[in-house]
C-alpha cells in the first residue's frame, strides 16, 4: 500500500482538527498549516500530538498565511503532497461584513494562490484538491432543498468570497485538466466549534447560566433554519471525494433543517433548563421557569446586514457516488456540545 500525504490549511480550526485525526487514522502522513500567532491556538491538535506525534512523527505543522503566495508555494513545492485539502478561511458571517477586504483575500484569492502552485506542479506531480464550499452561497434561496443545480445567491462578503472560490476551482479543473473538488457543505458543528459560531454561543451560554456563571444570552434571528450536522461526518465526506475516480462536486447535509429557536430548545432539553418563551419579533425572549429570571433576550446588534433565512440540503448526489450519510444526529450533536461543555466549565 502506497503512503499518502496530505496537506491541510486550516489544520487549527474545528474541520481541521477533525480532518487531521480521521487522516492519519487511515495511514497518511498529514501536514498542517497555521498561522503564526502570539497565542497558542492548537488546542485541538493537542491529542494528536500526544497520542501520535511522539511515536511517529506522522504529523507535522507548519507556519503559513493565506494572503502570502510564497509561502503557500515554499510550503507545497516541499511537501509534495497527494492531497490538498483548503479549508482555512475568515469564516465568521457577520465579521465578513466589517472585513470584506480581509475575507475576500484570504477566502477567494487564498484559493485561487492554491490551485495555481498545483497547476504549476501538474507535470511534475498530479495533485488531488479539496476546496471547503459552504452552504452560504445559496444565501437568499432560489430552491429548496438546495442541491448541486441550485442557483447560487450570496448575501454576505464570506458567501461571495467563497462562491469565487468555488466557480475558481471548476475553471482550473476544466481548464487544466487538474482534479478539483468543491464540497457544498452545510453547516457542521461539534464541541470544539468556534465561540463565536451561534451552536457554540448558545451551548456555552446556556451552560453558563446553569451553573451560575453568567445570567444573560443575547442572540439575533431565531427563527433562521439551518441544516445541522457533525463536523466528524463531514470530514469523511471530503476525504470519499478526493478517493473517486474523476472530480465532482458535491452537497453534504443531513437533509433536516431546524430554527436557531428549535436548536436553543434541544440545548436547554438536555441541561433540564425549564424555559418559556413570551413576545414576538425584537421583542421576544425566555425565561428560567425556576426562578422567573429572564435569560436570554433578542437584540438587534446580532441580526446580518442581508440575513439568511433558510437553508436545507439534498445530498441525494453524495449518497449515491460517495456511499455517504451522515451517522450523527442532532440530538446526539447537542449531547456532545453540551456534555464537552459542562466538562470544561468544571475543570476551571
Known amino acids: 500500500m502506497i503512503k499518502k500525504k496530505a496537506l ?170 487538474l482534479f478539483c473538488c468543491n464540497g457544498i457543505l452545510f453547516n457542521h458543528e461539534s464541541p470544539v466549534r468556534g465561540e463565536t459560531f451561534v451552536t457554540k454561543k448558545i451551548v456555552q451560554g446556556l451552560c453558563k447560566i446553569k451553573l451560575g456563571l453568567q445570567n444573560q444570552l443575547f442572540l439575533g434571528n431565531l427563527y433562521a433554519k439551518r441544516d445541522w450536522g457533525h463536523a466528524k461526518d463531514y470530514v469523511a465526506a471530503m476525504w470519499k471525494m478526493l478517493q473517486n475516480k474523476t472530480p465532482k462536486d458535491y452537497v453534504i447535509s443531513t437533509g433536516k433543517n431546524y430554527s436557531v429557536k428549535d436548536f436553543i430548545n434541544l440545548v436547554s432539553k438536555k441541561l433540564n433548563l425549564k424555559l418559556k418563551w413570551f413576545g414576538k419579533g425584537m421583542n421576544e425572549y425566555a425565561i428560567n421557569l425556576e426562578n422567573n429570571k429572564k435569560i436570554i433576550i433578542v437584540k438587534k446588534k446580532y441580526f446580518r446586514p442581508t440575513e439568511v433565512d433558510l437553508l436545507l440540503g439534498d445530498s441525494k448526489k453524495a449518497h449515491r457516488e460517495l456511499k455517504w450519510k451522515p451517522q450523527i444526529t442532532l440530538k446526539q450533536l447537542v449531547n456532545e456540545m453540551v456534555t464537552f461543555e459542562l466538562q470544561s466549565l468544571n475543570e476551571k
Not at 32 to 46: E, F, M, P, W
Not at 103 to 116: F, P, S
Open 8 to 177: 491541510i490549511f486550516g489544520c487549527t480550526g474545528q474541520d481541521g482538527s477533525y480532518l487531521a485525526e480521521f487522516l492519519l487514522s487511515k495511514g497518511y502522513t498529514v501536514h498542517g498549516v497555521k498561522r503564526r500567532a502570539s497565542t497558542i491556538n492548537t488546542y485541538r491538535l493537542d491529542h494528536i500530538y500526544e497520542d501520535v506525534n511522539k511515536k511517529n512523527k506522522k504529523f507535522t505543522l507548519h507556519y503559513g498565511e493565506m494572503t502570502d503566495s510564497l509561502n503557500i508555494s515554499k510550503l507545497i513545492y516541499s511537501i509534495l503532497p497527494d492531497e490538498i485539502y483548503n479549508l482555512a478561511a475568515q469564516s465568521h458571517v457577520a465579521v465578513s461584513f466589517e472585513t470584506p477586504e480581509y475575507t475576500a483575500n484570504v477566502d477567494a484569492l487564498g484559493t485561487l494562490r492554491i490551485l495555481d502552485v498545483i497547476k504549476t506542479l501538474s507535470k511534475k506531480k498530479k495533485i488531488k484538491f479539496y476546496q471547503a464550499g459552504t452552504s452560504e452561497m445559496y444565501g437568499k434561496v432560489q430552491q429548496i432543498p438546495q442541491n448541486e443545480q441550485t442557483a447560487f445567491y450570496p448575501r454576505s462578503p464570506y458567501a461571495v468570497s467563497k462562491l469565487f472560490s468555488h466557480w475558481i476551482t471548476i475553471n482550473y479543473r476544466e481548464a487544466y485538466n
